[in-house]
């Protein structure tokens, strides 16, 4: 299963990162990986979870094709389709992201050895898929807000300048 994952994530990357906003979606994707290993690690650490099964399992405690390709590829889709939302229509994509895959967790929590829940739930799954969506979501909208406010200071300073010649 583990090995699938991986091969549908490294097939998908092409698909993922085509199109005009290349930079964003790398950010999206590193940003998201980083959020990730550094909250797996601190729930691996604390024994909420144990990945019995994992890649490279003497380097690393959480499977990082979790944590490093699979969740920061969904984000960057999430961003994606996300990208001109307002709230409502932001709430209501983030759930068709975060049901399935909250329960689909809870699926293979019960039917295999991906991963043990120790002190976690479907429900911390639910909880921190949609604040890492938010949170990832929320800095590229803050990104994109510097991107337009410094579009226009340049603008003003061409403007004045221009008008400074004449």
Excluded at 37 to 49: A, F, R
Excluded at 74 to 99: A, E, G, P, Q
Excluded at 111 to 127: A, I, Q, Y
Aim: charged share 15%; glycine share 4%; with cysteine.
């Amino acid at each position: 299963m583990v090995n699938l994952l991986n091969l549908l994530c490294m097939i998908s990357l092409p698909f993922v990162f085509r199109g005009s906003k290349m930079r964003e979606n790398l950010l999206v994707f590193f940003l998201k990986g980083v959020i990730s290993i550094l909250l797996d690690s601190y729930v691996v650490g604390t024994k909420k979870i144990a990945y019995p099964v994992r890649p490279f399992p003497k380097i690393f405690s959480t499977n990082i094709i979790y944590d490093l390709l699979f969740f920061p590829i969904l984000s960057v889709i999430w961003v994606r389709i996300s990208y001109h939302d307002k709230w409502s229509s932001l709430l209501l994509k983030s759930l068709i992201f975060s049901v399935p895959m909250s329960l689909c967790q809870w699926w293979l929590e019960k039917n295999s050895r991906l991963f043990e829940w120790k002190k976690w739930s479907v429900f911390h799954t639910f909880g921190s898929v949609n604040f890492t969506l938010f949170l990832v979501r929320g800095i590229i909208g803050f990104l994109k807000r510097l991107d337009v406010m410094n579009q226009e200071s340049i603008t003003n300073s061409i403007n004045h300048c221009s008008t400074q010649g004449n």
